[in-house]
């Protein structure tokens, strides 16, 4: 796009824009009636607003989903294709692309056999918890109906999602909520006073099985993580963790449920984040990734003994999972995410993400290296996080605007980073990379560059 001025629809949506739309995360007041930035194109890894501007996008639509980047023609071929043929019908019955990506997707996580569709992740996440309740229901006389999750994790927007949302800004002012939800620690090594404890992902796993020993394991039903915590400052597990998770798990009938609405789908170099640590979960959400946000697309999948729990004869009329999600039959999603993981196959997308973390990963140490202001680095894959603090040795945050400022900056540099924000009190201070899986040398040059270039400018 080489065009510095909007034609004439897109002055009309600008204007119409800023009178009518109520944005998301967004704060109207200073905008005063104008509208926020407006994109109007993208193509691979950039994106355009409608003055022209070039952007570098290096957080795949600013909520880690445009896994194979912007203007995928066959992506929205196969979304025309199938609209024109058959667009929806509530998935009480089927449809084609329906059966065949739940096939495909189920090839790629052993242990798994069935896919529930629903249209976002904090829904994907509903249906999880509704299969533990509901289960408890048929089981337990409603007794195992308790859910764990785990402080900095994010689990979704609707009251019950925010209710396993470990995240205390993003909670604030929307309760009561929804009871039954417990609490356990989070397993942030470079937080904890235990971190450099070789056991310490051990350790942190046993706080766990603390928790359910507290509330009593007849009455928790499941636990919710995310493999590597998102929003909550991009935060891998230490070693040990999972598998140790694991163990404790089976040992009180506790299912485990992995959230990968942001790592699945290649994000971390595997196909699910889940998969680097050797742990076999009940239940897998996922959702951004799915179709890269061609269209709108969860999937609940669960074990075949899950599934099975079930089963009942027709005269238990109430007994089979009783759940509806509208646009769950919509066949565009399906057909767009066969399409996206073609796309992952086809171009070798999971060597790519691997071998660009780790050169991510090393032009960041050399940036840590130069700037006392970076106490972390971490990340997975093109997952990416560098926490920010006043000093290393007492590990203080900088204040959120010092994030913001770099943020800022690097924007009017042309490259979209993101950063932990309206999360925590004190901990809004790591900076975000999830740049599209179909990312180059070239592009993770110019991301760092806008880094370097801002902490210079904010920090020093």
């Known amino acids: 796009m080489t065009n510095n001025r909007p034609d004439i629809l897109t002055q009309q949506a600008i204007e119409a824009d800023g009178a009518h739309m109520w944005h998301h995360l967004t704060q109207h007041q200073p905008l005063d009636g104008k509208a926020p930035l407006m994109v109007v194109e993208g193509k691979g890894m950039r994106v355009?607003?409608?003055?022209?501007?070039?952007?570098?996008?290096?957080v795949s639509g600013a909520v880690w989903t445009v896994n194979v980047g912007y203007g995928r023609e066959s992506i929205a071929k196969a979304v025309y294709d199938q609209l024109i043929k058959m667009n929806y019908f509530a998935n009480s019955a089927g449809n084609v692309p329906g059966g065949l990506f739940a096939e495909r997707l189920i090839e790629k996580m052993p242990g798994l056999s069935r896919v529930y569709y629903s249209n976002s992740g904090s829904e994907a996440n509903e249906k999880g918890y509704k299969l533990v309740r509901q289960l408890a229901a048929l089981k337990n006389d409603g007794k195992k109906h308790k859910i764990l999750y785990r402080d900095r994790d994010y689990h979704g927007t609707t009251i019950t999602a925010l209710s396993s949302t470990g995240q205390l800004q993003r909670k604030d002012q929307y309760g009561p909520f929804t009871p039954g939800f417990v609490e356990v620690p989070h397993c942030m090594a470079y937080r904890s006073p235990n971190g450099?404890?070789?056991d310490f992902g051990v350790q942190a796993a046993c706080e766990i099985e603390k928790v359910i020993l507290r509330e009593d394991p007849d009455?928790?039903?499941?636990?919710?993580?995310?493999?590597i915590t998102a929003g909550g400052g991009v935060i891998p597990p230490p070693e040990g963790y999972f598998e140790t998770v694991q163990e404790i798990c089976a040992k009180y009938g506790v299912l485990l449920h992995i959230d990968e609405v942001v790592c699945g789908m290649g994000r971390t170099g595997k196909w699910f984040g889940y998969q680097h640590y050797g742990v076999k979960p009940d239940i897998v959400t996922m959702a951004k990734g799915v179709a890269s946000g061609y269209a709108a697309i969860s999937v609940t999948a669960t074990t075949e003994a899950l599934f099975n729990e079930f089963l009942h004869a027709p005269a238990e009329k109430m007994n089979y999972f009783r759940d509806i999600s509208t646009f769950g039959g919509c066949a565009g999603g399906p057909a767009a995410a066969l399409e996206n993981l073609r796309i992952i196959e086809e171009e070798n997308l999971l060597q790519n993400v691997t071998n660009m973390g780790e050169y991510f990963m090393g032009r960041f140490?050399?940036?840590?290296?130069?700037?006392?202001?970076?106490?972390?680095?971490?990340?997975?894959?093109l997952?990416?996080?560098?926490e920010l603090v006043k000093d290393r040795k007492s590990k203080e945050p900088v204040d959120e605007s010092v994030t913001a400022g770099v943020v800022?900056?690097?924007?009017?540099?042309?490259?979209i980073i993101g950063r932990t924000n309206r999360s925590f009190e004190t901990f809004n201070n790591t900076l975000c990379f999830s740049p599209a899986l179909i990312c180059t040398k070239d592009d993770a040059d110019q991301i760092?560059?806008?880094v370097d270039n801002a902490l210079a400018k904010v920090v020093l």
Do not use: N
């Open 196 to 198: 450099d404890d070789p």
């Open 383 to 386: 997952f990416m996080g560098l």
């Open 365 to 381: 140490a050399e940036l840590q290296d130069k700037y006392p202001v970076i106490g972390d680095v971490r990340g997975v894959g």
């Open 219 to 227: 009455t928790v039903g499941s636990i919710i993580l995310e493999p």
């Open 408 to 415: 800022a900056d690097c924007m009017q540099q042309g490259v």
């Open 448 to 450: 760092v560059e806008a």
């Open 48 to 58: 355009w607003d409608a003055s022209g501007r070039e952007h570098l996008d290096a």
